[in-house]
């Protein structure tokens, strides 16, 4: 069989603190959701924003920086894939399904101790800090965030 992609990216805003929990491996465990928006005309002819709501989980160092700077109204920028669980349900014994989006990598966005929430989106060269859970940070690449790029050097 060919291989699939799996690939979800998420901007948008955290809509609780996140839930934090152990394995019993001592494997940390963020989850928590996180709200996109999109705007489109209704049958009137006017715009109307529509919020989708989209199940996260973290795992491991992602899931400790999750605990140590994420809260409602964070504003995220998530890599990761798509999964769905099914259980069996012990009161009704029915199947249960779950579908939630695993974090691969994800980037903070907004001001530290704003929350991002009233940021008006967008990326800043100082606020912006990435954490890639799949592979671990290294110094070797360079830090363009001082070149002084503007919209004019951009050739489209």
């Known amino acids: 069989m060919a291989k699939g992609v799996n690939k979800v990216l998420l901007l948008g ?5 996140p839930e934090i929990r152990a ?8 989850s928590f959701t996180l709200a996109t928006a999109d705007r489109a005309k209704d049958a009137q002819g006017n715009w109307a924003d529509k919020t989708e709501w989209h ?7 992602t899931a400790e920086i999750v605990r140590d ?7 995220l920028y998530i890599e990761g894939k798509i999964q769905t669980r099914s259980w069996d ?7 249960k399904y779950r579908t939630e ?6 980037t903070l966005l907004g001001k530290p101790g704003e929350g991002g929430g009233s940021s008006g989106g967008g990326y800043s060269k100082s606020n912006t800090a990435s954490y890639d859970q799949r592979t671990p940070a290294s110094s ?3 830090d363009y965030a001082d070149t002084g790029i503007t ?5 489209f």
């Open 140 to 142: 070797s690449q360079p």
């Open 69 to 75: 700077y994420v809260k409602k109204g964070t504003q």
């Open 151 to 155: 919209d004019d050097d951009i050739p």
């Open 101 to 106: 989006i695993l974090v691969n990598e994800m």
């Open 89 to 95: 349900d012990k009161e009704s014994g029915q199947k």
């Open 23 to 30: 394995t019993a491996g001592g494997t940390q465990v963020a």
């Open 13 to 17: 805003n955290v809509g609780k603190d």
């Open 55 to 61: 199940n996260l989980v973290a795992f491991n160092r």
